[in-house]
């Protein structure tokens, strides 16, 4: 009987080693692919302030004209300078 208890015992062993094995090897697999995953939105999120920030879409002068910037055309200016 305590053959059977030991080969049982040696068999709970092996499948435990198993299981944590197999879960490590799981969870460094998700890992990599989180890690993928946050760099990409990190890298994407960073080029679109970039590109957002790069670039004047909306002017104003002084007396509250909003004037939109299209790409189109040179720069504008609304209204007089002062000459001094």
Do not use: C, P
């Not at 302030?49 to 004209?65: A, H, K, L, R």
């Amino acid at each position: 009987m305590d053959e059977k208890k030991k080969d049982w015992s040696e068999q709970e062993d092996f499948f435990a080693t198993h299981v944590i094995s197999q879960g490590k090897a799981t969870a460094k697999r998700w890992f990599i692919a989180w890690l993928i995953t946050f760099m990409a939105l990190v890298g994407t999120n960073a080029l679109w302030i970039y590109v957002f920030n790069s670039y004047e879409y909306v002017s104003q002068d002084g007396s509250g004209v909003n004037t939109i910037n299209t790409g189109e055309q040179e720069d504008m200016s609304i209204g007089t300078e002062n000459a001094d």
